[in-house]
């Protein structure tokens, strides 16, 4: 599994690299110190694992997951306690303080493989309806009916009629199983359907900026503009 570490710290950076030697199934294929380079790092080398410290020298973990296009799995890696919580709200899969406990380190990667099992029925397209549970609720959803989807971390809120239940995929392994010329991408945290649009307008030098039919507001950023447009023409 190819991982990135986000770390200021040179020589945190290497204690961790040292515990890491005793699970070659994780391959560092790179490390960064601060919330832009680390962004950088991530949307090139695209891993699917990144250990995050919160502090960094231009913001903090938090920043940049919010400024990622598709965020890999994620395991805090800090000296302070009280942003567990936090951490917890962006679906990490371990939060482990600094200095790093060999077996904690051992616990947070076995959670990460299990999260990785994927199923072969994952890479089917949806052409029908979907089965989603939230809690104690449960829903045959057409996927006519769905508005869009909204990434909340590793996690996803679908939007049809008056409901808006979560589920526990990436925007990115739900993009692989929609239709294409139905659900399109907008940005890092948004697919919609075309059928729901109701009013398409110039944002800016190159982006667009839709209204869906419930009044939702979404722009297209300026990297997907051009595919939205391709898909889109006749």
Known sequence: ???VIVEDSRLARKELLQLLK???EIEIVGEASSVESGIDKIESLKPALIFLDINLPDGNGFDLLEKLETCPKVIFTTAYDEYAIQAFEFNALDYLLKPINPK???QALSKCFIESEITEDETTEIDHKIFVKDGERCWLIDIEKIRYFESCGNYARIYFEQNKPMIYKSLSKIEKRLKEKVFIRTNRQYIVNVNFIENIEPSGANGLFLTMTD?????VSRRHTSNFKQLLSF
């Not at 009044?215 to 722009?219: A, M």
Request: aromatic fraction near 0%; hydrophobic fraction near 35%.
């Open 215 to 219: 009044g939702k507001e979404i722009e």
């Open 22 to 24: 005793l699970h070659p």
């Open 1 to 3: 599994m190819k991982a």
């Open 104 to 106: 904690r380190l051992q």
